[in-house]
């Protein structure tokens, strides 16, 4: 009696298992009712080999592999004994290394939290291991590293990343979800190893005495999505400014990569107005500086970076610079960070902390000092003073795991230091790659480089995509083109790629569509000319939902909701769109399903309702695909769902 009257104070039903003898235990299956916003569940210790299964409505939605729980050295196996704290149930088991292994499970309505350690053992490698079959695509995690292939649903492919981590330069997120709408945050503030393939997740935590997560089930994905974000919080506030949603970012890096100088830049710059394309901000990226770290202009190449500035500011736009945490050991600013402490240590000594990196070797600002935060952010006040500058693009990471963090800082406390430290200036909509729970920032996020290819753009759209659903809803591609240090990109890629940005919250931009230069040759590189024509038309399409968009920053400021995101975020029942990439939602009334292969005809897969073409200005019937639609290199397609909130002022501002 007394046992059944604390399981209905805490909101539960204990029942006894009958799948199997072993599993008798009446502690062994929690079954939580559906209640107001929750489907309800039920969860099921296996104690011949602990693990857990998780059913919903009749139908497994998530299942732990065979080796469910494993360390250094062991995998938990036989469970010895169940008993109940409160709501907490609590599993000791055995293990292949002889130690024991104690499993806590608290449920909640739509949630149970999950944590389990090893007795005796210090802080260590932890891994639970789930089968993907179980529980349908997987989604979320954010990038894959730079270079690796983006797996849409990431269970499509194979995931490995040993070095997954807050320290990464990847965005990424210990959280994941499925298409059965069941979510797994895993709550660290250290390093992961993270691998899905072979028909498993295996997702790891490191340096940590216990493995802790809560699991999310839903009855959507959307849902599921509220629920971490309800965790992490939401965006406090929008970053960007809305001159940085309605035009581009012009950024040199692309276009001239490290090959630049003050000439060159203007020339590119007025290249882009004299052909009509737009843009809010000109932003000089890597080899402005004398040396890295320096903070100061080489004088060789920008003899008057004063001028430069009142140039571009002429023009009408803003004067923005590259920068990073990041300070080579040739440079003149290393001794004097160095003999003030103002670097990170090395792990094995009290010797500063030495890394290598795409320009060179480095040492790195600690951001646990605050006055290597003031020395650094009062450089930056300076250039601002003394040339005019607007802004930076802060670039490289705020640590590395590499090296030691200074006292109880965790990999990620740098980031909350690196967020707090650049929210004080203008990110110019090239935002800051900051992640592992910083949402609340509302810095807009930019996808890591990409190839100047048709795979690159798929791909950069990819993770523009999950990084949104990450809870990060003012995204945009890696710079329209791509980079990566490859030759330019070819018309069409250009094209194409400027039409799918114009279709997302901010435009990241650089290659010019008038002329750049192929870097691996030294050799010009001039469009057609109707390649401008093309690409500006793109950019005032993004200007014409300007209005819409302002809305939409409104919404994820409100509640976080995610201006760029799949369309079964709305449309839960519609599976089709599981495996789709290159159709999603801007807000909940503009269906972007943009070319990104070569071609001029594209299949288009409605969602139900009624949707208006602005190009062909016919309503079409939703719920069915549309095939070989006509999409020739003026034309990006994009569907206006009727009724929806703000659908009249899309199809008024995309008509005219």
Known sequence: ??????????????????????????????????????????????????????????????RTASDAFTFTGGVATRVRSLSREGATVVAEADSTAGRPVTLRVTPRADRFDLSWSVGGLAAGDRAAHFDLATSGHWYGGGETSEGKAQPYPLSAGVVDEPEFSPASYMMQEPYFFTSKSVGLFVRTAQPMKVALGGGRADLTVTNSA????????????????????????????????????????????????????????????????????????????????????????????????????????????????????????????????????????????????????????????????????DWYT??????????????????????????????????????????????????????????WGSQRYGFVIRAVDADTTWDGLRTSLRRASAISADGYPFVETDMIGGSDSLPPPSREVLVRWA??????????????????????????????????????????????????????????????????RPVYFDFPADHRFDTIDDEWLLGPALLAAPVITAGTTRDVVLPPGLWFDPHTKRVEPGGRTLHGYQAPLDTTPMFVRIGAPGWLGLVTALTH
Request: aromatic residues 10%; hydrophobic residues 40%.
């Open 378 to 435: 009062g450089n930056l006040r300076k250039l601002m003073a003394d040339y005019g500058v607007d802004g930076f693009k802060f670039d490289t990471r705020f640590f590395d795991d590499r090296c030691a963090t200074t006292g109880t800082l965790t990999p990620q406390d740098y980031q909350k230091l690196g967020a707090d430290m650049t929210d004080q200036f203008d990110q110019q909509g090239a935002g800051i790659r900051t992640h």
């Open 499 to 564: 039409q799918a940005a114009s279709l997302m919250p901010l435009m990241y931009a650089s290659t010019s569509p008038v002329q750049t230069v192929d870097t691996t040759t030294g050799q010009p590189v001039v469009y057609p000319a109707d390649t401008a024509k093309l690409y500006a038309a793109a950019v005032r399409t993004h200007a014409k939902l300007a209005g819409y968009l302002q809305t939409q920053v409104r919404q994820a400021v409100a509640d976080g909701t995610p201006i760029m």
């Open 210 to 373: 216990a493995y802790t997560s809560t699991v999310f089930v839903e009855s959507t994905r959307r849902a599921v999505y509220d629920d971490y974000v309800g965790e992490v919080g939401k965006p406090a506030k929008s970053d960007a400014t809305d001159a940085e949603f309605a035009s581009p970012l012009w950024n040199s890096w692309a276009q001239y990569y490290r090959n630049i100088d003050q000439d060159k830049v203007l020339t590119w710059a007025r290249d882009l107005k004299a052909a009509g394309v737009a843009g809010h901000t000109v932003q000089l990226d890597d080899k402005w500086e004398s040396a890295y770290g320096n903070l100061t202009f080489d004088a060789k190449t920008f003899p008057d970076p004063k001028k430069l500035a009142a140039d571009i500011h002429a023009m009408g736009q803003k004067f923005g610079l590259w920068t990073t945490f990041w300070i080579n050991l040739d440079s003149a600013n290393y001794a004097y960070a160095r003999d003030h402490g103002y670097l990170v240590h090395a792990k094995d000594s009290a010797q500063p902390c030495t890394v290598t990196w795409w320009n060179g070797t480095a040492g790195i600002i600690d951001l646990g000092n605050p006055q290597a935060r």
């Open 1 to 62: 009696m007394h046992r059944q009257l604390a399981c209905l104070a805490a909101g539960l039903i204990l029942t006894g298992s009958v799948a199997a003898p072993a599993a008798a235990d009446p502690l062994s299956t929690i079954s939580v009712p559906p209640g107001a916003g929750s489907p309800g569940y039920r969860l099921r210790i296996d104690t011949t080999r602990l693990g857990l299964t998780v059913s919903r409505g009749g139908e497994e939605v998530l």
